[in-house]
């Protein structure tokens, strides 16, 4: 079974200051790895997504993610946090023959940014 | 495109009530999904659909239907509504299967169960 983990269940940045939002994963096959952002009261939407191109993904809104297969982590970053920032961000897995699409949630990390 | 509608938005529910969270998407998508966010424990999937017709159960399905009679329409039914279904529900659609393809959610429906 796949699964991620996010490290932190909150994360506080000055404005300015660097973004880090951490995710491991676990899997027994190559993964599809994906960050979501969700703003108060809406859906969730996507930012990068790793599809085994790539290990660098560039998103949207500056965020960036790094897939290190050897440490199993694909951390989420931006160099400089804007107070637009604010939301909570989900890590996703998917992969495997019969799994249909499905994408396997971490539980979330409320991204704060204070002026 | 509209993209993913899903209607109500809010819903209160008495125990043992029945409802139907309607979801809709105008993108042609072969591939919908139903989610619950719970506080803490991120999405899980309730049912899937890979295509008109054919539904399969993710990893909470107990307590819930499912139907594709189309491909734009994924309606969630609560068969006897009960406080551990209070929740905020969220369809997803995809234009297909891959993993690749961009899944794109709805608004969500917040749902208590009193």
């Known amino acids: 079974a796949q699964s991620v983990t996010q490290l932190g269940s909150h994360v506080s940045v000055s404005e300015g200051a660097l973004v880090l939002l951490r995710c491991n994963y676990s899997?027994?096959?190559?993964?599809?790895l994906f960050w979501y952002v969700q703003y108060p009261n809406q859906g969730l939407q996507l930012l990068l997504k790793?599809?085994?191109?790539?290990?660098l993904v560039k998103g949207i809104n500056g965020f960036e993610a790094e897939f290190k297969k050897s440490e199993t982590s694909f951390h989420l970053t931006k160099p400089s946090a804007h107070m637009s920032d604010a939301a909570e961000y989900f890590c996703a897995i998917a992969g495997g023959g019969t799994s249909y699409g499905k994408l396997t949630f971490g539980q979330g990390t409320i991204l704060t940014v204070h002026p | 495109n509209a993209g993913v509608t899903q209607t109500p938005k809010f819903q209160v529910l008495k125990t043992g009530q029945s409802m139907t969270l309607q979801c809709a998407q105008d993108?042609?998508?072969?591939?919908m999904s139903w989610y619950r966010q719970d506080p803490g424990m991120g999405l899980r999937l309730i049912h899937y659909s890979v295509g008109a017709g054919i539904t399969d159960q993710g990893e909470v399905p107990n307590g819930y239907n499912v139907s594709r009679s189309t491909t734009e329409d994924f309606p969630l039914r609560l068969l006897s509504a009960a406080p551990s279904q209070t929740s905020v529900y969220f369809c997803a659609s995809r234009r297909t299967s891959g993993f690749t393809d961009t899944q794109y959610f709805g608004p969500g429906t917040r749902l208590t169960v009193l």
């Open positions: 899997s027994s096959v190559p993964p599809y």
């Open positions: 790793y599809t085994s191109a790539a290990t």
């Open positions: 993108m042609n998508h072969e591939y």
